[in-house]
């Protein structure tokens, strides 16, 4: 995480709309997400403020650590609390639903990961669900190099998908599967000097391309383990129910993961 989480998140709430899939959730997710849910959620707990998933329980509370993004993000939506997911601050079995998207990106693991599962645990009630959409690398890794390549062939349909395929190798790098975000912007300018040659290659906008350059100077550090990572930081009171994946590029990396708690 960053040093001083705000002033990161505060730039990251006003980028927000710059971007796109898979970084966000789009309808497909949100309609898995719905679905898997089922038509009776009950109390609801969303990790994170993401706009997309506000609105997939008629009673849910969020919580973010972070007050600028509750304030950009949240507006007059239901209850937002400032807090931490490594230490609710709710009683044990508060919610029958659990919801998040790429939460584990912003912990390392496995001790965090670790940690946070447990205090899902803690919260959800017994026989309740717990739904995250995880961003997770693949098992045969790829390099930084075989990415940028992708892209300047034009194999590589949005810059959105290029930036997490970028991450995601670095990040392989390491025994902790973490990187600096900064270090995605410094590959970039190292290994695609032209971005006249990218947008020719891929049709990509400047603008959209400019994105890559939020991550320069940045301080924030991103995890991106495998799916067999994300199942070992899974207390035993926690089952895996199903994997639902999307349809789009790169969804194959971003599956929902749908829990359940023991009754």
Not at 204 to 213: L, P
Not at 242 to 261: D, K, Q
Request: glycine share 6%.
């Amino acid at each position: 995480m960053p040093t001083n989480p705000n002033s990161y998140w505060q730039g990251f709430a006003q980028r927000w709309n710059r971007l796109g899939s898979p970084l966000r959730p789009n309808a497909e997710d949100v309609a898995n997400f719905r679905q898997a849910m089922g038509d009776a959620p009950g109390r609801s707990l969303l990790l994170g403020v993401t706009p997309e998933l506000a609105d997939l329980a008629p009673d849910l509370t969020a919580i973010d650590n972070s007050a600028a993004m509750i304030a950009a993000l949240w507006h007059d939506r239901q209850k937002a609390v400032l807090g931490d997911w490594l230490d609710m601050p709710f009683p044990p079995a508060s919610f029958d639903t659990l919801i998040g998207d790429g939460c584990l990106v912003l912990l390392a693991q496995p001790g965090q990961h670790r940690r946070f599962f447990e205090q899902l645990a803690k919260v959800i009630a017994p026989g309740g669900k717990i739904l995250l959409r995880v961003f997770v690398n693949p098992e045969q890794r790829e390099t930084r190099e075989q990415v940028c390549n992708d892209a300047l062939a034009g194999k590589i349909e949005g810059v959105h998908a290029f930036k997490w395929r970028l991450s995601m190798a670095i990040a392989s790098e390491s025994t902790d599967y973490t990187l600096s975000v900064a270090e995605t912007a410094a590959t970039f300018d190292r290994l695609i000097p032209d971005r006249g040659a990218l947008a020719a290659a891929t049709g990509w906008r400047a603008d959209e391309i400019e994105t890559i350059d939020f991550y320069r100077g940045s301080d924030a550090r991103y995890c991106y383990p495998t799916l067999a990572q994300v199942r070992k930081a899974i207390p035993p009171t926690l089952k895996e129910h199903e994997i639902i994946y999307g349809s789009y590029e790169l969804a194959e990396r971003c599956p929902i993961l749908v829990l359940g708690a023991s009754k």
